[in-house]
């Protein structure tokens, strides 16, 4: 069931990359086949694809339950916060509470995600970017460094 | 006598203290990459690469420790798989059906240390045969053009439906995502935007580093949430911990015969470690007959899969770097890497970049006897590495994700792509479509089209270039065959149902 409503999706998705990638012309011709026909061959082959599994979608897939979804649901949002955090509040505080609602989700006991977050935050800032020189943003720390 | 010469310059590069050093330390974190359940040497790779770049490592040192991490993660997905009965990774899931048996029976130590000594022979044998077969096959790779390239990676993608078996419609559009998601960015050939949506972070198309972490860990770290363990409980190693001389001998045909077959699944295109697992523990099997223990705990069990592993492994090293065309969804991964260093895999390779080339192959011999040397006495503090709990391990992975995304370039655009592809990737996974057929499908597709192109304009527009030769004649005879394998099971499956029904009707 999922799979055919996936591949349904898919094939409308096709459809309307398609519309866009008729568009793909160049100025001039540079080589024989040009910016356009590869995307839609490719296209054309998914859409085969899609429809083949809407009609011959194999062997059933599981659901997954409501609770299921609801963590996961609840996992990307936190991915997303702490990306979108991840300037504004700088690496520490970011990864600190990131790190803290991430281990709430897998079960972890509050004092220990804590200790464990603000632990990854500071430590995890000295490795990447004293020791191995990748820069990472301070973030609201960045006032503090600089006077 | 030349390759010889080679390889000694190639034992040059690899015994430079820091490459020594990043082998040694590739070796560790890819035992304990490989250990964790649900991370494979896939996850392994991804999370390395962003930094071995952002530290500016040389390509051969970073070479170095992408192949060490590879070659780790085979040796560590055994520990798992013996002590836990969870495979660590895919290719370990055959292990299992030994392994835990023997632990439990008390074995574990005899199991453990004649599965690092499979490994071993099973990598050492397939080295010797990249040393042997590489330049040979280089020679040859050398009178490919591009329509000949562009049927090879025909071929690697058929040969993903052919060879993954069960679901060749579905393989086979995840090979067709990837190769969508290559075409996003703008065109080399003409300047034209393709699918960037006016956005100017994805003008220069989507990063393979972006691709690899979001499909890999992100959807990792939502899969795991679904059996959230705080640590297990492995079965305690006691007895002896080292196998004798009699054990040894009665393995030893099995670690020989299967690392042979594991290197010559792992050379074809697509095909990778898992099915060389599977195959070689399905034929000793036969071979024992009724003789066996399979399944209640065989040591000739746990030799096959992991000398097969191991061997294929090293095997799928040598499309990617003969002919650019990976073997396996990890050296995907490593073309990848390659390609952001400015250098295109393939037969020039061993001409333009020997310290690159052979300096990995030596590398492979000091990380195998490294592995080796590390694998049989630090099993366990190894082990102590699976009561890691969760709440520890998952957030950290994210940390580390986010950190090479982002150093990539610095925006937060990319982590909010990784996490989009990341969700995808896990869609696709639920639905059973397999991701490794994305990623070849993603490292593929700029050199699939370029090389498309470039036959054409040679051709002038005429198609028939890409049946011209006797070569692409039969790479299309292979790609046909790999697309019938799929249909031709179905019928014998169907065949064989009809005669069970039969016989069960008379």
């Known amino acids: 069931m999922y799979v055919r409503l996936f591949a349904a999706i898919w094939l409308l998705l096709c459809a309307f990359l398609a519309v866009i990638a008729w568009g793909f012309q160049a100025p001039f011709a540079y080589d024989p086949v040009g910016p356009r026909a590869y995307p839609l061959l490719l296209l054309v082959l998914m859409a085969a694809g899609a429809a083949w599994l809407i009609f011959k979608p194999g062997p059933h897939t599981e659901a997954l339950s409501r609770q299921a979804l609801q963590r996961a649901g609840l996992c990307i949002l936190t991915l997303l916060a702490y990306a979108l955090l991840f300037e504004p509040l700088g690496f520490v505080l970011s990864t600190a509470l990131a790190t803290f609602v991430l281990g709430l989700l897998f079960t972890g006991r509050v004092l220990p995600c804590l200790i464990s977050g603000a632990l990854m935050g500071v430590l995890l800032y000295a490795l990447f970017d004293y020791a191995l020189d990748v820069p990472l943003p301070l973030g609201v720390f960045e006032a503090l460094v600089e006077s | 006598m030349e390759t010889l010469h080679f390889l000694m310059q190639g034992f040059d590069v690899a015994t430079r203290p820091t490459n020594l050093l990043v082998a040694l330390f590739g070796a560790f974190v890819g035992t304990i990459v490989g250990l964790l359940p649900g991370l494979g040497p896939i996850n392994g790779v991804a999370l390395l690469l962003p930094l071995a770049f952002a530290l500016g490592l040389p390509p051969e040192t970073a070479l170095i420790l992408l192949a060490a991490v590879y070659l780790g993660c085979e040796y560590g997905g055994r520990i798992s798989a013996i002590l836990l009965n969870v495979p660590g990774d895919a290719a370990a ?41 590489a330049p040979i096959l280089a020679k040859w790779a050398v009178a490919f053009g591009p329509a000949e390239y562009f049927v090879l990676m025909i071929f690697a993608i058929a040969c993903l439906g052919g060879m993954v078996g069960d679901k060749p419609v579905k393989t086979l559009l995840s090979a067709l995502i990837g190769l969508a998601l290559a075409t996003v960015g703008v065109d080399s050939t003409t300047g034209v935007y393709r699918f960037t949506f006016d956005s100017v972070s994805l003008s220069d198309g989507i990063q393979f580093v972006i691709v690899v972490i979001g499909f890999f860990s992100v959807s990792e770290i939502l899969l795991m949430l679904e059996n959230t363990h705080n640590g297990q409980k492995a079965v305690k ?248 394998l799929p249909g031709i099971r179905w019928m014998r499956r169907r065949k064989q149902v009809k005669a069970q029904a039969d016989a069960s009707a008379a």
């Not at chain 2, 020997?354 to 590390?374: C, E, T």
């Not at chain 2, 049989?376 to 957030?395: A, D, E, Q, Y």
């Open chain 2, 93 to 133: 899931v055959m292990t299992t059906l030994d392994g835990y048996p023997l632990a439990r029976q008390g074995k574990a130590g005899i199991a453990l240390s004649l599965s690092a000594v499979s490994s071993f022979t099973g990598s050492m044998i397939a080295t010797c045969g990249v040393v042997l077969f």
């Open chain 2, 237 to 484: 190693a006691s007895g002896r911990v080292l196998f004798n001389f009699k054990e040894y001998c009665f393995t030893f045909w099995t670690m020989i015969r299967s690392s042979v077959a594991g290197f010559i699944i792992g050379v074809l295109p697509g095909a990778g470690a898992t099915i060389a697992s599977a195959m070689t523990y399905m034929t000793e099997k036969r071979l024992a007959g009724d003789s066996g223990k399979f399944g209640d705990g065989d040591l000739r069990g746990v030799a096959a899969p992991e000398s097969a592993n191991n061997a294929s492994a090293c095997g799928s090293l040598i499309p990617m770097l003969t002919l650019g065309v990976p073997g396996s969804g990890t050296t995907a991964v490593m073309i990848g890497a390659l390609t952001l260093y400015n250098i295109t895999p393939g037969p020039l390779l061993f001409e333009q970049q020997p310290d690159v080339v052979w300096g990995l192959i030596a590398s492979l011999f000091i990380g195998n006897i490294i592995l080796l040397v590390m694998n049989i006495p630090l099993v366990g503090l190894f082990s102590r590495m699976l009561s890691v709990p969760n709440w520890v391990l998952v957030p950290a992975i994210t940390v580390i994700s986010m950190v090479g995304v982002y150093a990539v370039h610095s925006t937060t655009f990319d982590l909010v792509l990784m996490i989009a592809l990341g969700v995808f990737g896990y869609i696709l996974r639920k639905l059973d479509f397999p991701l490794s057929a994305v990623i070849l499908g993603f490292v593929l597709g700029e050199m699939m089209e370029d090389n498309l192109r470039r036959a054409l304009s040679i051709s002038a527009g005429d198609l028939g270039i890409l049946w011209g030769s006797p070569i692409t004649l039969v790479l299309w005879a292979l790609v046909a065959l790999m697309l019938a």
